[in-house]
């Protein structure tokens, strides 16, 4: 079966760095995405990877790697309003996206 | 500002009910999305349309139905609503090209009594 995984939920302190980790298995590989979902409200896009490496977009960074099916979340000086849930999906030989649970990110002052 | 909307925001509704829940969106884009979420779930694909006049099944479509007779409008049907179909409904739409990434309404908070 198709499966994401990633953490239920993770603390981190105001200014500083977090990794969020995903693993996935799925039927093929066509691109991974990162969503952010504030409580209460739609999940709103923050990165794609569909090569192996890293992405960075401000203070995110999205990274892959193909060959252990897993990618990574950076978020760095982290930021109150960065309290959210984290969403990971890939997008699968069919096209479609199989999504985690997500990891609901506390940040503390 | 364009995207999508979706109504209502939120609905109580006895089981046994029918229930529409609408989705629009402005941005031309061909692909649209039904998806559910609960808590501790991932979401999950209900239906989906690729183009107007076509519609296509996902994950969870059993007691679900949807139309798509023009590219902006994709709404939800609920011929007969039951408990477990209390959840958080989100309508999607994707452009052709790109990475393909989903823009979702701010979702629809349907309880079944």
């Known amino acids: 079966g198709q499966n994401i995984d990633q953490p239920t939920e993770m603390t981190a302190t105001e200014g500083a760095i977090v990794q969020i980790n995903c693993t996935y298995q799925?039927?093929?590989?066509?691109?991974l995405f990162w969503y952010q979902q504030h409580a209460g409200e739609a999940p709103t896009f923050l990165s794609y990877?569909?090569l192996d490496g890293l992405e960075e977009k401000g203070r995110f960074s999205s990274f892959l790697s193909r060959s252990k099916g897993y990618s990574y979340l950076l978020l760095k000086e982290l930021q109150m309003k960065d309290s959210a849930s984290y969403l990971c999906?890939?997008?699968?030989?069919?096209?479609?996206?199989?999504w985690g649970a997500g990891t609901k990110l506390i940040i503390k002052p | 500002i364009a995207g999508i909307t979706q109504a209502p925001t939120s609905q109580i509704l006895a089981a046994g009910r029918r229930m529409t829940l609408r989705c629009t969106q402005d941005?031309?884009?061909?692909?649209m999305y039904w998806y559910r979420q609960d808590l501790g779930l991932g979401l999950r694909l209900i239906h989906y349309?690729?183009?107007?006049?076509?519609?296509g099944k996902g994950e969870v479509p059993d007691g679900y139905s949807v139309s798509r007779a023009n590219t902006d409008d994709f709404p939800l049907t609920l011929a007969s609503a039951v408990p477990s179909q209390t959840s958080v409904y989100f309508c999607?739409?994707?452009?052709?090209?790109?990475?393909?990434?989903?823009?979702f309404g701010e979702g629809s908070r349907l309880t079944v009594l």
């Open positions: 941005m031309r884009h061909n692909a």
């Open positions: 990877n569909v």
């Open positions: 799925t039927s093929g590989f066509n691109g």
């Open positions: 999906a890939v997008r699968d030989s069919n096209y479609q996206l199989i």
């Open positions: 349309s690729n183009t107007a006049g076509t519609t």
């Open positions: 999607a739409s994707s452009e052709e090209g790109g990475t393909g990434e989903l823009f």
